[in-house]
């Protein structure tokens, strides 16, 4: 009887059929990049669309379908997305759902699985779930990852980056309001007519794009003091989206800050590069190894590009590359940190120490395992070697309050500014 | 110019003014119960009377409160630390440091050598909150508390961390009968242990420390307790006139650098400033009118229970009697059920005297009574049972269920929510078919409405009804209760009124009970007959919010707080007996029950027991954790397997090699060490190293390394290395050593075998955050044991780094021991298994597969839960000592933790094989086990087995495990 009771999971395929009519549905994390993301997936035929609902049914439907206790970005993403379903905009039987899924150590790996638990527990259980992950462990026939995809899919990010960097430098300064957000909406419009036509994606166009990006940025108008800096870490997705971090960004932005954030290349190329660890500490494939640490040379490349050309519009401000982001982590976690942000996150708070940013909100889940290691875990070590860093640690989940957050933010821009008096 | 610094903390309001000389002109302190803008005005025209005319005055608004106070009428706000900070900068004398004890906020400030500031997280624990509530539990004012505190005797070990763990400590410690001047002072304690484990965080409290805010303030024997634990000389603790006052003082010295301003207008602001009301955030009114509330309560009165008069009763009766956490519940029940006699009052620790006035009336009322049979429930059942000679305890699920039934038979869903538990069961054919009760962390549901209650001056009856026809119900979530504070905090801030915030908390209860403790899907998932009962269902206002949230009607019988008692007392109707043997009008004459405590010496953990004598010669001891101090020290064998015990017992028997050539190698004795011990030390004994092993845990070891921890909210299990690390340190070794270990051994069950990140990378956090691990050479090199031919090129050429071993041929002698010790221990685990699933068989006695991770094997991370199954005479195995199955399962969710792949595998080999089940043991704060737990449980039911979680932590009462055991013991009793 046992047997039987004990059937197997089978999980609803992707097929090619689907491609073609069915729509997928994906969690809003980081608007710039996402928009440019999607034009290149409406270009390979995927007819995607981004949620970005923010009310408090998210949260309700997060806490209804997941476990209480898992992580409040899964709660929220797989909130989103039964949210969607449960609007009555889609036909239940032409769409797909997408999360991504990194295959590391940290129970960030099992979303795509709870989402199919959840989806199970909504009599939804039909509905596809594509995973977006680079480790094979789920592969569907109507959704190819292939390489040239994948280099182009890079470089929208790397156009997110730039973006957003320029953008978070400039906005607290701008003399005519909305010029800067006007900006990213001209280049985002134009990026995703360039990609449409073809265009936008050979090294010389980049190049090119990026050179004019960041003249049109060099040239907003800008006016007042030097704000206090705020940097913004932690596991990737309460750090990128307003939904997770309670629209920390804006609230900086209010209480007169400038805000840095760490790119999401960085990020990818983290996920890549340990590989070479795993190589060295394990004894885990050499091939593998190489055909990463091949990739890892090629991205940066392209991230040195975006820096190069940041640098070449003063008083534009360029943040470093991953390989000097990763060297200055060396002293202080082990590379061999992987799981969830890893030493990344350790190396992002130097960074931006390293370049002067001071103050740092680190941002985390609540329960979050791997920033128990290499976020709060890590901030007294960082202090040792930067005795003026100024970090919070910030918890996220359904049920902290904005008024706690908010008081604690105000104790680390209060005592920023104080120690940059001092100085 | 005059300056006033106006400070709104979270339940008080504290108002300063000072003259152009910098004196204090006028000062207040007040709790302000949730009017904030009422009490701001009314000070505001006090300090403006005591400004000269035509002086001119600035003002600057800071605590949690204050903060949207500030913006809606447009005045200075500075943090609330920041301003400490500058109140302490006034101060003589330099200040090392400030801790700073708030109502809901604690704060550490490192003023020299290098600047800190330290706050509390999410968590209220070890705050003036906490306090209040503790004191509300004792039933005393915090002055009292205060002098209570001063004549203690012991320290019991209490849970600081947040004022619901600390309940389960006291409130056993309560019926046990424990002296409130110890259990203040503990208290004390406690407070003290959460401010230095929280926020010390590796820093030392040296040189000068000055302490501020309100209980350090009013409370001698908090401040006492402070210097005792950080061992301050007097000159060093500073705790200075006005402490209360002293951030209300530093923001009226910030508001030197703002303009005057006009307090009459300000005033006049407040009083027509309307909070934004964020939208969404609000819910459905309960009753929209009284229409509707008639109609509930026409409805709700129907559930009755037959009465008669236990004056002229003369056929047999029972007597039920419930001693729950804080209240004691007594029923006497007639032949047919009818309800004689009852009462329903507030223990506030003296459940003893509450049952024995009842007694005497009922005596007084019936001198001819025929007292059939009587049992006792609750957390003081024992301690009842045993005072008055009662015939029989029963575990709370069965008292409900019984009483239950009465009022419906066919029920299939009953909810409880008593003072401090929530219980729910699904009953299937009038069996209990899973249980659920609440974790650790979100308790205290019904006590904690009360005690909101009464901190914003209200009665708890009239404060739910404050609730019924709120029009804006606040939405305050659906987790633990104690976040719930900062979630009113909001509220508060926002200006929500008190009647929508009581109907919010009601409506929290509710669903912390549905999403948090059934978590329920769908409103189906409770089916439609649900009787609902215990005391905290008595407030309409929770009832209503449970139907609105089912949307099903549901039965509260009239007597929904006295059904624990009711059921008992219907339970002993069925007893076998003929003539209760409970103490006679006559014997209660002379019962005098005391208390005294004493340390137990009959083994190293030297349990601290309380011994009740009832003043005939008959005692109770409790506080024990085994039966010698009962035996006059004889250990009683019962045990007959228990795999937890078992697994100790190897890793005692190791032996370090004496005169080792190389010297001392040490290991921490916490996390994956319990899975890779006999690995590690057979290999470094094979090196000729002697492998020295900090202990078992233990609490003091905790509290020895508390101020280490980085993150308040990691697992026990992690947070008690600090301990184990400090051990090896006292002890002088010089050579720790302890890998990282990301992936653990492959057993061929899952789609990859990682640690959890914890388990992988503590010795990073230790390294990082341990000053004294920089002295020694703490070795927390990478490691992959999984594959063994890297491994050993990886020893190779570690060894000859560290320790010039170049020998080959030696290292691979000690790898090959390694791997060899690792096996043996393996195979012995499943040969272990195999022989206690036999003995199980022949014997008949069920199994529990007391299910975890290695590490739970620590007797302070599981609190002897293995030896309390064991003790129910069933054979205790641990999830690795069953046999692996020979081929990949496909999971729900993805496998790829080695400890979890054993659960599942655990989970399917219980759902296969008769008369044995499984327990899940789950560390509080691991992300993991929210999705171990959801897949294990989802295994087990799909099979229809029972499913029993035990959430533990660093909290070492085990009342509310035995309630889930007896009443999995109960089920399984049923079910055959």
Redesign the interface.
Known sequence: MAEELLAEEERVVFTKEMKENYTILVPMMLPIHFQLMQTLFAIEGYKMEIIDTRDRRVVDKGLKYTHNDICYPAQLTIGQLMDALESGKYDKHKVALMLMQTGGGCRASNYVRLLRKALKKADLAYIPVVSLNYTGMEKDPGFDLNLSFTFKLIKAIVYGDLLMCLRNQLLPYEAEEGSVNNLVDKWCREISEQFKAGKGLKKKEILANMENICRDFAQVKTAGEEKIKVGIVGEIYVKFAPLGNNNLEDFLHKEDAEVVVPGLLDFLLYTIDTHQEDRKLYGHSKAKAMIFSFLVNKFSALQNEMIAAIKRHPPLRAPSNFAHTKALAKDYIHYGVKMGEGWLLTAEMLELLDSGVNNIVCTQPFGCLPNHICGRGMVRKIKEGYPEANIVAIDYDSSATKVNQENRLKLMLSTGRKLADAQ | MYRIGLDIGSTTIKAVVLDEKDNIIYKSYQRHRAMIKEKTQELLSEMEASIPENEPASLVITG??G??MAERIGVGF?????ATQIAVESYPETIDAVIELGGEDAKVLFLTG????R?N??CAGGTGAFIDQMAVLLDVDLEQLNELAKKAKRIYPIASRCGVFAKTDIQPLLNQGAAKEDIALSIYHAVVNQTIGGLA??RDFVGRIMFLGGPLSFMDALQKSFVDVLNLSPDQAVFPENAQYYVAYGAALYANREKPVNLASLAEKIKSSNQELA???YLEPLFANQEEYDEFCARHAKAMVKTADLVSYDKPVTIGIDSGSTTVKVAVVGEEGELLYSVYKDNNGKAVEIVKEALEEIYKLNPQVQIKASASTGYGEELVKNAFRLDYGLVETMAHLTAAQKFMPDVEFLLDIGGQDIKCFKIKNGAIDSIFLNEACSSGCGSFISTFATSMGHEVEEFAKLGLFAPHPV?L????TV??N??V??AQ?EGVTIDNISAGLSVSVVKNAL??VI?A??KDDLGKKIVVQGGTLLNDAILRAFEKEVEVEVVRPVIAGLMGAYGAALFAKELPIEKSQILTAEELKTFAPTVTSRICQYCGNHCQLSVNSFGDGRELISGNRCERPLNNGLLINKTTFNAYQYKLGLIGKTKAKKDAKRGHIAIPMGLNMYENWHFWHAFWTALDFEVIRSPFGNRELYLHGQHTV??D??CYP?KLMHGHIEYLLDKGEKRIFYP?L??NFDEHIS??H?????V???P??L???MKALKEVDFSYE???L??R??FT??MEHYLKEKYSITAKKEVAKAIEAAYQAQDNYRQGLFKYGEEALKYAKENNLPVIVLAGRPYHVDPEINHGIDKLIADFGAVVISEDCLPLENEK??????N??TYHARLYNAA?YV??HDNIYLVQLVSF???????T??EVRD?LE??HQLYTQIKIDEINNLGAVKIRLRSLFAAIERKK
């Open positions: 949690s409160a903060m949207g500075v943090q609330e630390v920041i290098g600047v800190e500031v706050m997280g999410s965080q590796g939208e969404g955030n939405d979530g659906s987790r633990c976040f719930m900062s979630s905090k909001q801030k999403y948090k978590r899907n769908s980085p993150s909210t990691i992690a990282c990301p992936y789609d990859n990682y640690n959890c990140p914890v992988a990378y503590y990073e956090v390294s990082a955050n990478y490691f992959g999984h594959n031919k890297y090129k990886s399962k496909r999971r729900g969710v993805l790829q933790w399917d759902c296969t704060g691991c992300g993991l086990d929210a999705v737990t959801d295994i799909r099979n």
